[in-house]
């Protein structure tokens, strides 16, 4: 069974849908880069071990990146899994859990990396908007897409009702990126793009506005 470290900053609603999730996996720790992280106390409630290491007792992103993986390493992750974890991380970093760091990123990505996905989505007025699962690399929010959900943008979309139809599906497609990759059905081809090897179907097209 593969051994999971999730890493928060905040509230922890991903961290929660895939604690809830029932994974054939072990989540042998979920760590915070700020100890008044609202999903530590919910880590703690299922008996999942805490860790917080606090970017602001470090000088700089080096030093920060590398207490971190020295607390991470110690529960000898197969997989470390960023969810809604707001810190950039360093290339060093990211080199050492390459083809084991996976991010949830509210928007389809290549489009709105970065931040303020949603607000920047309305103010393009563009009509699907979505999230993914992806594995991380160096260069930010561009590393290879696992999963995708795309929803419509309705006419009186607010930044916070988009929002909350986006983490409904963050919730979904989350646990089913990582139960693919605890099963082994997920590897990276020499291209560097994902290969899934089980049999869910594609799913359907999405047209929004939809045809008359
Ligand atoms: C999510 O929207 C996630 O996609 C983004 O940060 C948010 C974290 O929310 N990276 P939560 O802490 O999982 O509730």
Same mark, same amino acid.
């Given at each position: 069974?593969?051994? @999971? +470290?999730?890493?928060?900053?905040? /509230?922890?609603?991903?961290?929660? #849908?895939?604690? =809830? *999730? ?5 989540? #042998?720790?979920?760590?915070? =880069?700020?100890?008044? $992280? ?15 290491? #606090? ?5 700089? /992103?080096?030093?920060?990146? *590398? $207490?971190?993986?020295? %607390? @991470?390493?110690?529960?000898? !992750?197969?997989?470390?899994?960023? $969810?809604?974890?707001? /810190? ?5 970093? +990211? ?23 949603? #607000?920047? *989505?309305?103010?393009?007025? +563009? ?8 594995? +991380? ?11 995708? *959900? ?14 909350? /139809? @986006? ?9 089913? $990126? ?16 994902? %290969?899934?090897?089980?049999? =869910? !179907?594609?799913?359907?097209?999405? @047209?929004? !506005?939809?045809?008359?």
């Amino acid at each position: 069974m593969k051994n @999971i +470290v999730i890493l928060i900053s905040g /509230r922890g609603s991903n961290m929660q #849908a895939l604690l =809830n *999730a029932n994974m054939n996996c072990n989540i #042998a720790a979920v760590i915070s =880069n700020k100890a008044d $992280a609202g999903g530590l106390t919910f880590a703690q409630a299922h008996g999942i071990p805490t860790a917080v290491v #606090a970017h602001r007792d470090h000088p700089d /992103r080096e030093s920060f990146d *590398a $207490a971190l993986a020295k %607390v @991470i390493d110690d529960f000898a !992750p197969d997989l470390v899994i960023l $969810a809604g974890f707001m /810190r950039i991380l360093t290339v060093k970093f +990211v080199t050492h859990y390459a083809g084991r760091l996976i991010n949830i990123h509210p928007s389809l990505l290549p489009s709105y990396p970065g931040l303020h996905t949603h #607000a920047r *989505a309305l103010h393009d007025g +563009v009509k699907i908007h979505g999230c993914t699962v992806h594995f +991380v690399t160096a260069d930010l929010d561009h590393g290879p897409v696992i999963i995708q *959900a795309a929803i419509p943008v309705l006419a009186d979309d607010t930044e916070h009702t988009l929002s909350a /139809r @986006i983490l409904h599906q963050e919730h979904r497609i989350f646990p089913q $990126a990582i139960r693919w990759l605890c099963s082994d059905q997920i590897e990276l081809n020499e291209n560097g793009k994902v %290969v899934n090897h089980s049999h =869910n !179907p594609a799913g359907n097209a999405l @047209i929004s !506005p939809s045809l008359e």
